[in-house]
């Protein structure tokens, strides 16, 4: 039987089915919302074979045709989209890691609530900053400012993410570097004091490659400790960053005041030295001075410093990887 009726049944299949489909195609686009689309299409093939068996021909071909076209334009659009979106988000995720520090991007993609709450470590923190560099900034102009700090900044990330630190924040002619996130490890201290070694040899180097209108006006400064810090998340809703505060950093910051007035590159507390051992390259290279007690601005007491001297000659070998 194939009558006026039946054919209306036709026509609430051809409108129902596509619509249902759709849906379960926007509703799940996985497994489970394939799995539902076969399993709708196979309830609607046992309803097709019931009614033949009861005296009732329902017309397969009509519920398909009305299906198929809406089904897959609306699949296909949401494919697009889907590759747009995974587009997009791989873009952030490379930002991210050029905002954030090497290797730290991915940590927070994988622990959404790494920070959220204060976490007191030890960790070793590195401070870098140019010598000159403001009085030199007034008479190169913008342009040449910025290409100049440009450099130094990719100089200093290289050698950083090379030694497995990570720059917390770039502040001008200068950076600070932690040793110690985003877990801590045993060797921290060693790793910090190889990378002002290295911070030092490089950044020798780079100078020297200068034309001496710019080398003779700057210089630069290391100072490194190891203690206890705060790591936490910094900043509004919009913003956070990620920063280590305490007198650990404090004192890093404070270091470089005093390589500067001993007119050396680096001074690096006692505490940093023997937890990087006799192995760390403070005690292969360079000139290294001490124990001298100092004291340090804005702070009650004194600290034993020792005072390292790179004596590596600079060349202009360097000069090629910045």
């Not at 379960?24 to 539902?36: D, K, M, N, Q, T």
């Not at 609607?44 to 334009?73: C, D, E, H, Q, Y």
């Not at 000139?287 to 390292?308: F, N």
């Amino acid at each position: 039987m194939r009558d006026r009726h039946v054919r209306l049944v036709d026509a609430g299949f051809a409108v129902i089915l596509p619509m249902v489909l759709v849906a379960l195609v926007a509703w799940r686009r996985s497994a489970i919302g394939l799995a539902a689309v076969i399993g709708v299409l196979l309830i609607w093939a046992v309803v097709n074979v019931t009614a033949f068996s009861n005296g009732m021909w329902l017309s397969a071909a009509l519920p398909m045709a009305a299906a198929a076209p809406p089904v897959i334009l609306f699949g296909a659009v949401q494919l697009w989209r889907d590759r747009n979106r995974a587009q997009y988000f791989a873009t952030q995720s490379r930002l991210l890691q050029k905002v954030q520090a090497s290797g730290l991007g991915q940590w927070l993609a994988k622990h959404g609530d790494f920070l959220q709450e204060p976490v007191r470590e030890d960790a070793a923190v590195v401070f870098i900053d140019l010598s000159g560099f403001t009085g030199l900034s007034e008479t190169l102009g913008p342009d040449a400012t910025r290409e100049l700090l440009s450099v130094f900044h990719r100089l200093v990330d290289e050698e950083v993410t090379e030694c497995g630190g990570i720059v917390t924040s770039f502040m001008g002619d200068g950076a600070m570097i932690l040793f110690g996130l985003p877990k801590p490890a045993a060797d921290d201290a060693s790793k910090a004091a190889n990378c002002s070694v290295r911070l030092s040899h490089r950044t020798k180097a780079w100078l020297a490659s200068q034309p001496a209108s710019i080398s003779s006006h700057l210089g630069y400064k290391i100072g490194a400790h190891f203690g206890t810090v705060i790591a936490s998340r910094l900043g509004g809703e919009s913003h956070q960053h990620i920063a280590a505060t305490g007198d650990t950093v404090n004192v890093a910051s404070r270091l470089m005041e005093v390589a500067a007035s001993h007119r050396t590159e680096l001074a690096v507390s006692d505490a940093l030295l023997r937890m990087a051992g006799r192995d760390c390259e403070l005690h292969k290279s360079g000139t290294l001075h001490g124990p001298i007690d100092t004291g340090i601005r804005g702070r009650a007491g004194s600290l034993a410093i020792w005072l390292w001297k790179d004596t590596e000659v600079a060349t202009n070998d360097c000069s090629s990887r910045t």
